[in-house]
């Protein structure tokens, strides 16, 4: 069974920092790149990080671009999202998400998501 665990969030300071984790079971998980998306309230789920399968690439949206680092431990089937000067519109919720596969009908699957609040 595939699973995606990830890690509790929790309130924040703005100017802070975090890690996230996202624990991976139930697939080959260096087979995958892996993708972290956010959503803040009243918007859209958007990616903002991802990492080749290899963790040899990654990419990384505008809005967190510099501030942010997507990692992964292929050994522990672990991908992390790091992020610094935190700001009060980094509040949303974050998932960590394994892409599907069309050719073998494999689905996308997402954790559960974590909620992270940044004051002011």
């Known amino acids: 069974q595939v699973q995606l665990v990830q890690s509790v969030g929790g309130l924040l300071q703005s100017g802070g920092s975090l890690t996230l984790a996202c624990a991976a079971s139930g697939f080959t998980f260096s087979d995958y790149p892996m993708t972290w998306y956010r959503q803040p309230p009243g918007k859209e789920r958007e990616p903002i990080a991802d990492?080749?399968?290899?963790?040899?690439?990654?990419y990384y949206a505008d809005s967190v671009k510099g501030r942010a680092i997507i990692s992964r431990d292929n050994d522990k089937n672990i991908v992390y999202l790091q992020m610094t000067d935190l700001k009060p519109e980094d509040t949303a919720v974050y998932y960590c998400?394994?892409?599907?596969?069309?050719?073998?009908?494999?689905?996308?699957?997402w954790g559960q998501g974590t909620q992270v609040t940044v004051s002011s």
């Open positions: 998400k394994r892409p599907g596969r069309q050719l073998s009908r494999e689905p996308e699957y």
């Open positions: 990492i080749t399968s290899e963790g040899s690439t990654t």
